[in-house]
């Protein structure tokens, strides 16, 4: 099955490389293992000066002849380099962005003595160009293909990227699954994503085989407000709930929405002294709350998030220094109106109708609730007290004009 698919990629790139002619390179490492490929076409539109004040525009295509002789291949950060011609050059260097990685800044070099590239050239420099670029996110351990055109303008440069296939950062073989880029995906509107179910389908990653990639993070239309889940730990099965906990819950990964379903989520968790956990599981996510006890008040400490976005995209997101949901061990924790609260800056965590005992349950069921400022009525007062606030402002900017225009009466008085 495996040496299917490794045929299969071979198979595509030597179609791709009869019908393209495309620039196929492999970098290996120290060790002789391959840890970069792409095959790639690239067009290079200059623009020169010819005589004094009169420049000319060349095009060019990246020749399927380069060397790779300064790439790297190193963990955090490898470079792509492929020289060509006479002293031209182009490069990319890719890094690590914890599940991800991304070419960050794309720079070419060439020489304008070539006279074959660019005839009548005034200067015999060698120029460079860098652009720091937006191919980003692309999954570890995958490739990453582009069949649409990509154009980069760097002022007297343009570079067009088109039929481009690559992988840094290669385990063992080129990998079969895909991060396509967003140009490549069709625009119809993405299959609506059933959230609210909890057979929601595993998000796809395709093969390179496939002709349909995954549509990369669209803005999800707004969701239904999620189902509030009721959830329950005990410390062992003959005994009442220790920890308990009803909650909608959304989660936002960047520019996607995604409900949990309570229907499908897995419960699980401990109830200890001084810390209490959470975990739910649902097919695509796993979120485990973390509650600390200080004596007298429990707060939620910790959030711990992994997970899918729906074109695939893995996640781990956590945040162990919180304090949220804050009210005195004994009580419980509540708020109705929908909140929202950045855990890290791509994810964000949504809830609807929250009631929380992490500790100090009697009986199973919640004890007196403190409840968040959103829904006590005292949120009323806010537009009041801002309103008696510049009301008073006015009023002494009133009076400090009354006695400035005085003074300066007195003042012209004087003269
Ligand atoms: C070229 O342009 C500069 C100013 O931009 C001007 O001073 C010079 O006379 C021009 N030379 C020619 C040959 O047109
Ligand atoms: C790339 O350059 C070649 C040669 O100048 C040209 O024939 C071809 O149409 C160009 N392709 C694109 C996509 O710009
Ligand atoms: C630039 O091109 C000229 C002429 O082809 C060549 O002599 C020179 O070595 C090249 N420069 C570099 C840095 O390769
Ligand atoms: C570039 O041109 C300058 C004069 O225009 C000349 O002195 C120099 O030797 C040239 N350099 C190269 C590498 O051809
Ligand atoms: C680069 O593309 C822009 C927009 O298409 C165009 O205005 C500009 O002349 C191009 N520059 C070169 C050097 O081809
Ligand atoms: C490709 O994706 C599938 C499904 O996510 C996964 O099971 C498989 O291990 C991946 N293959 C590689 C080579 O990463
Ligand atoms: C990936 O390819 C395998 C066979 O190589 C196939 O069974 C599977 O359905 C494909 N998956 C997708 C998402 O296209
Ligand atoms: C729970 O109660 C049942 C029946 O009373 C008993 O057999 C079982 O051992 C108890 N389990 C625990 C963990 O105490
Ligand atoms: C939960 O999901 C199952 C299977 O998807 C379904 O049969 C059941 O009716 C659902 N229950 C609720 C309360 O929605
Ligand atoms: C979050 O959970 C994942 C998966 O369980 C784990 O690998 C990671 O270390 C956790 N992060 C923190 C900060 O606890
Ligand atoms: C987050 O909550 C604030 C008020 O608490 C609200 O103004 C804002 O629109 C909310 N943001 C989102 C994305 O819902
Ligand atoms: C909270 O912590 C204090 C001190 O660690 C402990 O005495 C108390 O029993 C804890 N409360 C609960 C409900 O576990």
Not at 15 to 43: P, R, W, Y
Not at 70 to 98: A, M, Q, R, Y
Not at 201 to 214: E, H, L
Request: hydrophobic fraction near 35%.
């Amino acid at each position: 099955m495996y040496r299917y698919a490794t045929f299969v990629v071979f198979l595509t790139l030597g179609i791709a490389f009869q019908v393209s002619h495309g620039t196929e390179v492999n970098v290996t490492d120290k060790d002789n293992q391959l840890c970069l490929f792409a095959n790639l076409m690239v067009n290079f539109s200059v623009s020169y000066e010819v005589a004094e004040n009169k420049s000319t525009t060349v095009e060019f295509e990246l020749p399927a002849k380069v060397t790779t002789d300064e790439s790297t291949c190193d963990v955090p950060s490898s470079v792509l380099k492929l020289h060509f011609g006479e002293g031209h050059s182009w490069s990319v260097n890719f890094t690590i962005n914890g599940k991800m990685y991304q070419a960050d800044t794309i720079i070419f070099s060439y020489n304008l003595s070539d006279t074959t590239l660019f005839p009548n050239s005034v200067s015999n420099e060698t120029k460079t160009v860098a652009v720091k670029h937006h191919i980003t996110d692309i999954g570890l351990d995958t490739c990453y293909s582009c069949k649409s055109k990509d154009v980069i303008e760097a002022g007297v440069v343009n570079q067009t990227l088109w039929n481009v296939l690559l992988q840094a950062f290669v385990s063992n073989s080129i990998s079969e699954n895909v991060t396509s880029c967003a140009a490549d995906t069709p625009t119809t509107p993405v299959a609506p994503t059933t959230h609210s179910t909890s057979t929601t389908t595993a998000a796809p990653v395709t093969n390179s085989t496939s002709t349909a990639p995954p549509p990369t993070t669209t803005p999800t239309p707004t969701l239904p407000t999620p189902t509030t889940g009721k959830y329950r730990i005990k410390r062992d099965e003959n005994s009442t709930a220790c920890l308990i906990a009803n909650i909608g819950l959304r989660i936002g990964f960047k520019q996607e929405e995604m409900n949990i379903d309570p229907n499908g989520t897995k419960v699980s968790g401990s109830c200890g002294v001084d810390s209490s956990e959470l975990i739910l599981t649902s097919n695509t996510m796993t979120i485990m709350l973390t509650f600390t006890n200080d004596t007298k008040k429990f707060r939620l400490h910790a959030l711990n998030v992994t997970g899918k976005t729906s074109s695939g995209v893995l996640f781990s997101e956590a945040n162990s220094n919180l304090s949220l949901w804050e009210a005195a061990v004994g009580t419980s924790y509540m708020c109705n109106k929908e909140q929202n609260y950045t855990i890290t800056s791509p994810l964000t965590l949504y809830t609807f109708d929250l009631q929380v005992q992490p500790f100090g349950v009697k009986n199973g069921a919640f004890s007196t609730a403190e409840e968040c400022f959103l829904d006590s009525d005292l949120s009323f007062l806010v537009p009041i007290a801002v309103g008696v606030a510049l009301s008073f402002l006015i009023i002494l900017v009133l009076i400090s004009y009354l006695i400035g225009r005085r003074k300066s009466r007195t003042g012209y008085q004087s003269v």
